[in-house]
Nanobody
Framework: VQLVESGGGLVQPGGSLRLSCAASGFTFSNYAMGWYRQAPGKERELVAFITSSGGGTNYADSAKGRFTISRDNAKNIVYLQMNSLKPEDTADYYC????????WGQGTQVTVSS
């Protein structure tokens, strides 16, 4: 089983990034997916969640209106489009699969700074 995140990096405040998480080794379409983040010295928190079919989503209050989670079950990828980024969005972002089992990716770093 692998969850491989990509797309992180350094971006200026107000900018955008799209994170991707490529899944393999399990039946992706049977799993709900989430994006979590963990800033230095803080607990890991849920940012966005999408159901296995993609028909339902949920967002942390901090992400509503700025972030969009989506998935492509044909490609086994989940995305997180992040717009209007703020310095407080700086964190390591993790992909999470939840179903019969739970899996985590290794994380990708997002830094929002001028």
């Amino acid at each position: 089983v692998q969850l491989v995140e990509s797309g992180g990096g350094l971006v200026q405040p107000g900018g955008s990034l799209r994170l991707s998480c490529a899944a393999s080794g399990f039946t992706f379409s049977n799993y709900a997916m989430g994006w979590y983040r963990q800033a230095p010295g803080k607990e890991r928190e849920l940012v966005a969640f999408i159901t296995s079919s993609g028909g339902g989503t949920n967002y942390a209050d901090s992400a509503k209106g700025r972030f969009t989670i989506s998935r492509d079950n044909a490609k086994n990828i989940v995305y997180l489009q992040m717009n209007s980024l703020k310095p407080e969005d700086t964190a390591d972002y993790y992909c999470h699969a939840r179903g019969y089992f739970a899996y985590w990716g290794q994380g990708t770093q997002v830094t929002v700074s001028s």
